[in-house]
């Protein structure tokens, strides 16, 4: 099949094909281009269809923990050693902060929407920085890296390898 190209379309009268000029007594709204609205809804659509391509390839929008969330997050693992002499689960410290949230009090998190894997994830990559520095031969020289450290170290000891 050969290709088809549209044909530019013709006027329809001779009024509207001729240029109006600034000493025409004619009507000048006879000389104005109307366009379809079919040719603003194709654009639309197309930009629109473009927008939600694009929506959909974007990936997930990642929080980050603050200092203040890891401190917090250490310190119900310390207290909990403390209290029963073993370290407590994730899963616990999500339900520490999760009840705590139920029952009106003000949550202690500055992280707004946490799931327990998220928790779970953090105290897991807490855990690792805290014996990968034990091994290192201690505490960062970055701001707060003593603070994690000393509550690490109550959380699991450096002797402890669990």
Known sequence: MA?????PRSPTSSRAAAPSSPNSSTNSNADLVIL???DDDDRAAAAAASTSRNRERRGPVYQRWSFSDAVQILTVLAAK???SGRVPSGSYVFRAFTQ??????PPRLKR????AHDVIKKVSYLKA???KAVESGGPGDQ????IIYDLSRQVWG???QE
């Open 129 to 131: 920085s805290f014996f």
């Open 143 to 146: 701001n707060g890296d003593q």
């Open 36 to 38: 379809s609205s079919s």
């Open 81 to 83: 050693r403390r209290q």
């Open 3 to 7: 290709p088809t190209t549209k044909k």
């Open 112 to 115: 707004a929407k946490f799931t």
């Open 158 to 160: 450096a002797d402890d």
């Open 100 to 105: 705590q949230q139920q029952h009106g009090d």
